[in-house]
């Protein structure tokens, strides 16, 4: 895993781009929403679906680990007052809907999607079995991974960083609502924060820079693993598969 890491880590400064073979797209629950201030945009779904379709086609191998703040949020709930892991268990009930969702519409697209779940719900996903996932993607399916890692306390970003690694995942593509990559500062209230291209995980956990977690960011510095961070924008999931430069790289060079 951490040889594949190194690989993409040293062609990030080469011209020619060069597609992922397998690769981890991170889709925040936000995204789901369309112009809707709560649930799910259908709209919104299908046209991700899309994007994930054109990815698939091109030949990337493509696990997908999707939030659920466009429906609940376990640290919000948590701050008014409910138990934390309780929010926390909620919150990954939460990511279920929005996979089964995500599935529905990639499988109508005619892609093999697979949800596999952290907590156990037989009826409606798979169990999270790590040789199981790799074998869905060398079979040519989608996997969604819901549940985050099963436990309390810890986010989806985890889990997407985890998954990441665990199937050998080259990159993770973090696909973010109404931002184009990583800022100094948060753009929606400081105009003047200024676009990072570029940056080291040590640099986004130093500066407190609101990417990923650090429990997320940690894992990915300790095992080289990069992520691109970009706009959830039409063509941009199909670009950054492709090894196009679009948004924010953060990577850990080799010493």
Request: glycine residues 8%.
């Amino acid at each position: 895993m951490t040889t594949h890491a190194e690989e993409v880590t040293e062609r990030l400064s080469t011209e020619t781009p060069t597609p992922f073979h397998r690769a981890l797209l991170k889709v925040s629950g936000e995204a789901l929403l369309g112009d809707r201030s709560y649930g799910i945009d259908p709209q919104t779904v299908v046209a991700i679906g899309e994007e994930v379709l054109a990815v698939h086609e091109a030949g990337t191998e493509l696990a997908i680990v999707v939030g659920a703040g466009n429906i609940y949020r376990g640290m919000a709930a948590a701050a008014e007052g409910m138990d934390r892991a309780t929010a926390d268990y909620a919150g990954m009930l939460a990511t279920l809907l929005n996979a089964l969702t995500l599935q529905d519409a990639l499988e109508r697209l005619g892609v093999q999607t697979r949800v596999q779940s952290a907590i156990a719900v037989s009826e409606v996903a798979e169990p999270y079995i790590r040789r199981r996932a790799i074998r869905h993607l060398e079979k040519g399916r989608i996997v969604i991974f819901a549940a985050g890692t099963g436990n309390p306390f810890f986010t989806t970003d985890t889990a997407a960083a985890l998954r990441a690694l665990e199937i050998g995942a080259e990159a993770i593509l973090m696909a973010k609502n109404n931002v184009e990559g990583v800022y100094d500062g948060d753009p929606h209230e400081n105009p003047d924060a200024r676009f990072l291209p570029e940056l080291t995980h040590l640099e986004a956990i130093e500066r407190g820079l609101k990417v990923m977690d650090t429990t997320a960011l940690s894992l990915c510095m300790d095992n080289r693993l990069p992520i691109y961070v970009f706009e959830l924008a039409a063509g941009n999931i199909r670009r950054v598969a492709a090894g196009e430069r679009v948004g924010t790289i953060i990577s850990t060079p080799s010493s």
